[in-house]
């Protein structure tokens, strides 16, 4: 397992960033750094199955592990999501967490992520530009 961190300073309150993060319409805009059309779809509630998706239907699923509104979201990947079927995969603790971290100028947003070698590539190409479409929205957004 990979332990991947990234971060990066928001001139933005916290509650901003949140929304950004999870908002429908800025979730789509700034998850098109992995795929353009991705969405997601269920609640964001401790405990609760929220699946990912790209626009041909295919993503994976997870469970929310923490959910704390404006300071931390916790999922654990539990598997693929092929032509809208769930296929649980062995993935052991593979977490997305963001952590939101209020200071004199506005958040300090992290991300760490614990994946399996073959994701490690695709996330250390992706996830830059996500943080940065991140800042952007959240500074720019009214």
Not at 80 to 88: F, K, N
Request: glycine share 6%; hydrophobic share 35%.
């Amino acid at each position: 397992m990979e332990k991947l961190n990234f971060e990066i300073q928001i001139n933005a309150e916290p509650e901003k960033v949140w929304s950004v993060l999870w908002d429908d319409i800025s979730y789509r805009q700034w998850t098109t750094a992995f795929t353009e059309g991705s969405f997601y779809m269920g609640t964001l509630e401790e405990g609760s199955i929220v699946k990912f998706f790209d626009p041909n239907n295919n993503g994976m699923y997870s469970r929310v592990e923490k959910n704390i509104p404006n300071e931390e979201m916790k999922f654990l990947h539990l598997g693929d999501i092929y032509d809208g079927i769930e296929v649980p995969q062995n993935w052991g603790d593979a977490t997305e967490t963001w952590i939101l971290e209020e200071n004199e100028e506005g958040t300090k947003l992290k991300s760490e992520i614990q994946t399996n070698e073959e994701f490690k590539e695709f996330f250390e190409d992706k996830f830059p530009n996500a943080i940065q479409i991140i800042k952007q929205l959240s500074e720019n957004q009214f």
